[in-house]
């Protein structure tokens, strides 16, 4: 018997491709014809993504075949969904970071903030979140925490004094970043497709046996620097329109089921989030600390190690020296990143007129502002201009290339992301004319007479459990539409539900499979399910917490939560004028 539970494992793949569509073909029949056919789809390519039987990118691409082939939506109208405003803003911010990547520009910036501030265990772990957060802001999750576990693994080296290890790797670790970030971008960033074959393994020696204390204090801090990575990674993502695909979902869900809202972009998600950010991830860093870190009274009583310290600080100085000073790439670099974060905060911020009121109305969007910015990039040049060759005709001419090259951006953005959005679009877009979501809407309706408060309470808990089984983008494209058909039934501002519901998408902490960054960090082979675990709970519990929070304070002033948008109700108008057509036609085909 148990050789052919074995077996049967070992076949589990073709299993749940094969006997799912069959599995799931009774809903064609108990629900109304559409919606049933596109419950049915949904329902499929749901349990694919789930069990990552497909590569995600493969299971988003189904709807370009099964939704013309069941008659639900046509491919004129599917195809495009592939490509929305939404998906050129994402790869507008992929080839940005790959600039940054591009350049080393992200590993000055880390190594910069550990030189400020300090060794120190309990300042050092808030200085790979600090780091590691702001990065992932703009950065991949994935790309971010792959980046930064070599950082943290030559610290730990040097402090369990594996001096002459360290060295010889110093100069590898200045090259490796790019090329594991390669890897990492070709996951999917925040789905974490097939996280045991692609997820990158970083070796951390233990330390040295000395004392039993000495050892406990140094494999727990060794715990503390290797998870703080990517619970800030996940954190950091959070703050912005673009740090991490569940935002994406959420923007492009807007503009498929309500193109005249005009609430939501880059500008009004920063002021929303960021306090949200900064908030959780000083809690984050406290809890760490106390965990693994020496916050807590018993570490605190112990001497001070300064020698360990003095190793430190020596490796965070060396692998800064490594860099050498600015060049003139890493320059533009900065400058060309700062003038994308300007123009995205200031280009519609709600609480003042942008820049962008100087054109017409709703055409000019956060993609317009990221595609010029990165068509600049492939035309600077990424050395200084040298025009000696007038005077000295012997002066050789060297071809300046630019910052950005196609081949680079070609092998290191995400394509699979960029799919995978697509197919949560066309999604959307299938419930919205299959009348799915209207079916789903209409059978939630108890939910309307709970508080709104604590329906945002109970979505929250929902989707942060759920998001520690399946990739926080296929969460995400999951329920969103169902919180928005949910809002509009109950007469809500649909960002009421569905933003704490995207945010709750990236409250994957607990397990190891549950994002890639999670995945990275476990494997070092220092961290146990346990300590993930342990760690993971209370963080989702405080995520829920705080969104909760943010979302019926400052979160009300920002979006105005309290007020039904017009915007909606021009969705409903029209909605009700489909039912009746839809009724009409039904009444005429019985005559």
């Known amino acids: 018997m148990k050789v052919f539970f074995l077996r049967l494992w070992d076949f589990r793949r073709i299993i749940i491709l094969v006997f799912t569509p069959l599995v799931f073909l009774p809903v064609i029949f108990l629900l109304p014809r559409q919606e049933g056919k596109c419950l049915y789809v949904i329902l499929i ?11 995600l990118a493969i299971t988003a691409l189904l709807p370009i075949c099964l939704f013309p082939l069941f008659g639900i939506l046509p491919s004129s109208k599917t195809c495009p969904l592939y490509f929305l405003d939404t998906n050129a803003l994402f790869f507008g911010g992929l080839v940005m970071a790959v600039m940054i990547e591009e350049w080393n520009l992200h590993r000055r910036v880390a190594l910069s903030i550990l030189k400020c501030l300090g060794v120190n265990p309990f300042m050092l772990i808030l200085g790979l979140m600090l780091t590691t957060s702001l990065l992932s802001m703009w950065l991949s999750n994935t790309a971010t925490t792959t980046m930064m576990m070599p950082i943290a693994s030559a610290v730990l080296g040097r402090l369990h004094g594996d001096s002459a290890e360290m060295e010889q790797n110093g100069s590898e670790k200045t090259e490796g970043p790019q090329e594991k970030e390669l890897s990492a971008e070709e996951t999917d960033e925040e789905a974490a497709e097939e996280r045991e074959d692609e997820v990158q393994e970083f070796e951390i020696e233990a330390p040295p046996p000395s004392t039993a204390n000495e050892f406990t204090y140094d494999k727990n ?44 972009n880059f500008g009004s998600w920063f002021l929303f989030a960021v306090p949200l950010y900064l ?16 916050l807590n009274p018993r570490s605190l009583m112990k001497k001070k190690n300064k020698e360990a310290e003095k190793r430190m600080r020596a490796v965070i100085l060396s692998e800064y020296s490594l860099l050498g000073p600015m060049t003139f790439a890493e320059i533009s670099v ?50 200084k201009p040298s025009f000696k060759w007038k005077t000295n005709p012997e ?45 789903i809407g209409t059978n939630l309706r108890p939910l309307e007479y709970v508080s709104p408060s604590m329906a945002v309470l109970a979505i929250t808990l929902i989707i942060a459990a759920f998001t520690e089984f399946a990739s926080n983008t296929a969460s995400s494209v999951i329920f969103l539409p169902i919180l928005a058909e949910l809002a509009f039934d109950g007469k809500q501002n649909p960002l009421y539900l569905m933003v704490p519901g995207t945010v709750a998408c990236s409250f994957a902490f607990m397990l190891p499979v549950a994002t890639a960054p999670n995945a990275i960090a476990f494997g070092s082979g220092l961290l146990k399910v346990k300590d993930m675990m342990k760690a993971g709970l209370l ?44 009724g009409q036609v039904i009444m005429t085909t019985s005559d």
């Not at 951006?409 to 919205?432: D, P, R, Y």
């Not at 943010?550 to 409903?572: D, V």
Request: hydrophobic share 50%; proline share 5%; glycine share 8%.
């Open 334 to 383: 900065a400058v060309f990143f700062g003038l994308f974060v300007i123009l995205l905060l200031t280009r519609d911020p709600k609480f003042v007129t942008g820049w962008s009121s100087a054109f017409r109305r709703r055409y000019v969007s956060d993609a317009v502002v990221v595609i010029s910015i990165v068509i600049l990039t492939f035309i600077f040049p990424s050395r």
């Open 395 to 439: 002066e050789p001419q060297r071809p300046n290339r630019p910052l950005l090259t196609w081949h680079n951006v070609q092998h290191k953005v995400a394509w699979n992301v960029i799919l995978l959005l697509g197919g949560g679009f066309a999604i959307a877009k299938a419930c919205e004319e299959s009348g799915l979501s209207r079916w």
């Open 279 to 294: 908030i959780f991830l000083i809690i984050a860093w406290i809890w760490i600390a106390f965990l693994y870190g020496g």
């Open 539 to 582: 963080m989702n519990i405080v995520g829920i917490i705080l969104i909760n929070t943010a979302l019926n304070t400052w979160g009300r002033l920002i979006f105005k939560f309290s007020t039904f948008p017009k915007w909606a109700e021009t969705y409903m108008n029209s909605t009700s004028r489909e039912v009746m057509n839809i």
């Open 221 to 264: 801090f060794a715990k503390g620097m290797l998870i703080s990575i990517p619970y800030a990674a996940t954190i950091g993502g959070i703050s912005t329109l673009t740090g991490t695909p569940p935002n994406l979902v959420l923007d492009g869900q807007m503009k498929s089921l309500f193109p005249n809202s005009d609430e939501l």
């Open 45 to 55: 390519m749901a349990t694919y993504w789930c069990s990552e039987v497909l590569p």
